[in-house]
């Protein structure tokens, strides 16, 4: 797909909004996105008010919590309606007091309300290697049950080597 702009590039970056249940879909290619980022979010792109539009959004669509307005935070007194405006929590324990409402944002924006983090390259790699390993060990079993013994036999050797490769054996 070619970017919608200039039809010269690959669309790389690919935008949706809906509007009263109207979708409409831009897709652009880098130098065009970053050419257009200032009329497409009202030169001034934020995290903070991008985070408070989805709150927004997701305080419209729920009607069983019509009382979170109401409550605050009891160790710093923030009242959703405050973070709304600021986009900003007061505190930690804001996260417990407000995680009904918290919950689906962070689900949307990250997949999970749980932050995974990174890992070193190191870890990483000793990470794809012992899964690598598990791999082969799978199938080494199946193999080993439908009785395909030289198809084991390299699988225990690539086992072997891989371990050794990684003093875990």
């Known amino acids: 797909m070619m970017c919608e702009i200039c039809h010269k590039e ?5 935008l949706t909004q809906i509007v ?10 880098e ?3 970053k050419e257009q980022q200032g009329a497409l979010f009202n030169n001034n792109p934020s995290f903070q008010k991008f985070l408070s539009g989805l ?3 997701a305080a419209a669509q729920s009607t069983t919590h019509l009382h979170t ?4 935070c009891p160790q710093c007194g923030m009242t959703l309606e405050e973070f709304k405006k600021t986009s900003k929590v007061g505190c930690a324990k ?5 995680s009904e409402e918290f919950s689906p944002i962070l689900k949307r924006l990250h997949g999970n309300v749980v932050h995974g983090g990174k890992r ?3 870890l990483d790699a000793e990470l ?6 598990g791999e082969l060990e799978s199938e080494l079993k199946i193999a080993l049950m439908q009785e395909a013994y030289e198809e084991a036999a390299k699988l225990r050797d690539q086992i072997k080597e891989l371990k050794k490769g990684a003093d875990l054996e």
């Open 10 to 14: 690959p669309a790389t970056v690919f």
């Open 20 to 29: 009263n249940g109207q979708k409409i879909e831009l897709h652009l290619c």
């Open 31 to 33: 130098k065009c996105a």
């Open 55 to 57: 709150l927004d959004t």
């Open 69 to 72: 307005e109401e409550m605050s």
């Open 94 to 98: 804001c996260y417990e007091v407000f």
């Open 120 to 122: 070193p390259e190191k």
């Open 128 to 133: 794809r290697l012992l899964n690598r390993i």
